[in-house]
């Protein structure tokens, strides 16, 4: 079992330069530094900027334009090398009036806690994803990744009391916001459910509206239309033979 503690970061966006994606890099290492790390006991953590042409033998976080291209371009769901592969998609982001550094932090954390897109916790007959962000899904903070430079938004997560029954602790997000551990949700927040049976739905927090509940639907070339794809199933991409040189 692939235990992601690296993770490079590609450009494969038209819509952004290499030096936003580095910027926003830096404010994701930041986070995983002083807040991924001590809460989920991770030994180590590095997030690098890998420009156009990411190494093969890392997982890989790739921006992308939006969840259509990712039917041409990124639709693929393992790197080249077969490793784990989460993407962003930048004006698909925007759109919806969400900053992509969020979403990128969202990505990361959920590659960390499962690269595979394969792990479940039970919850008396209904199993849930173990996603890390998606029931904070609509909640961020931002973080500073040197003096001087402009704040980074990233996602606000789950802690591990929050998959615990019973748990081992009072403290079920980062930012403090929920009440209690599974199925507990903030506004905007989400669950992916497997019910036997049925197969796969969604579970939404009270008061999400219908447009967000529309936006959360699984984009193409997303972790959770993956979750639906057996690992050995997957396709791997060929990315580096689209990208330009830098």
Request: charged fraction near 20%; glycine fraction near 8%.
């Amino acid at each position: 079992m692939t235990v992601v503690s690296k993770i490079a970061c590609v450009n494969a966006s038209t819509l952004v330069g290499d030096g936003t994606v580095r910027h926003w890099v830096n404010g994701l290492q930041q986070q995983m530094m002083r807040d991924v790390i001590p809460a989920w006991k991770f030994s180590e953590v590095q997030l690098v900027f890998a420009g156009h042409r990411p190494p093969a033998d890392l997982p890989w976080l790739a921006f992308l334009d939006d969840a259509d291209a990712a039917r041409v371009f990124g639709y693929h769901d393992l790197t080249d090398a077969g490793l784990p592969l989460s993407k962003v998609f930048i004006r698909t982001s925007r759109e919806n009036g969400v900053e992509p550094s969020s979403v990128a932090s969202h990505e990361a954390i959920e590659m960390l806690l499962d690269p595979w897109i394969n792990l479940l916790v039970q919850m008396g007959r209904l199993f849930l994803a173990y996603e890390g962000c998606d029931m904070v899904e609509a909640d961020s903070y931002d973080v500073m990744p040197t003096t001087g430079a402009p704040p980074v938004k990233v996602s606000n997560f789950a802690l591990p009391a929050y998959f615990e029954d019973p748990p081992h602790g009072t403290r079920f997000d980062h930012l403090g916001l929920l009440t209690s551990g599974m199925p507990a949700m903030t506004p905007g927040g989400y669950l992916s459910v497997y019910v036997p049976g049925e197969g796969w739905t969604q579970q939404f927090a009270d008061g999400t509206p219908a447009a967000a509940r529309w936006r959360a639907r699984p984009h193409p070339g997303s972790r959770r239309e993956r979750r639906r794809i057996p690992v050995a199933e997957r396709v791997r991409s060929n990315v580096l033979a689209r990208v330009e040189s830098p």
